[in-house]
């Protein structure tokens, strides 16, 4: 099977891997962008629910281990634990690729509104 990993570019590049039965996309930039919310998230200030929750299902008789990672440190041992990766079995990847097409098309732009016709 040949094996492109030159990745599609943008925000998110995306790499493509072809195994003998299904068509597998590499996200790594997805899953770090993922784990970096998921840590913004129980981290925020104004909005600690999802922390309490975390605490309360954690073990708390356990102590936590002296000097904690840093942040950009958690993300990454966060990342590397998570999968990036998705299957695509069967004709899955085909209509992944013609969805793709149709909706990467030039698309009309709307007109602007006349001032005051809202």
């Known amino acids: 099977m040949s094996d492109d990993r030159t990745p599609i570019t943008g925000p998110i590049p995306v790499s493509i891997e072809i ?9 790594a930039a997805l899953r ?3 784990v970096a919310d998921v840590v913004e998230a129980l981290l925020d200030p104004a909005d600690t629910g999802l922390w309490d929750r975390l ?12 000097g904690r990672l840093p942040y950009e440190q958690l993300l990454a041992d966060l990342a590397e634990r998570s999968s990036s990766k998705v299957p695509l079995y ?3 990847s085909r209509e992944l ?15 602007q ?6």
């Not at 690729?97 to 007109?111: I, T, Y």
């Open 19 to 27: 195994t003998p039965t299904a068509v597998v996309l590499d996200m």
């Open 113 to 118: 509104r006349e001032a005051g016709a809202a």
């Open 32 to 34: 770090a962008l993922i």
């Open 90 to 92: 069967g004709h899955r």
């Open 55 to 66: 605490h309360e299902l954690a073990d708390t008789e356990r102590t936590p281990q002296e």
């Open 97 to 111: 690729a013609e969805r793709l097409l149709r909706v990467s098309g030039p698309r009309p732009v709307p007109s």
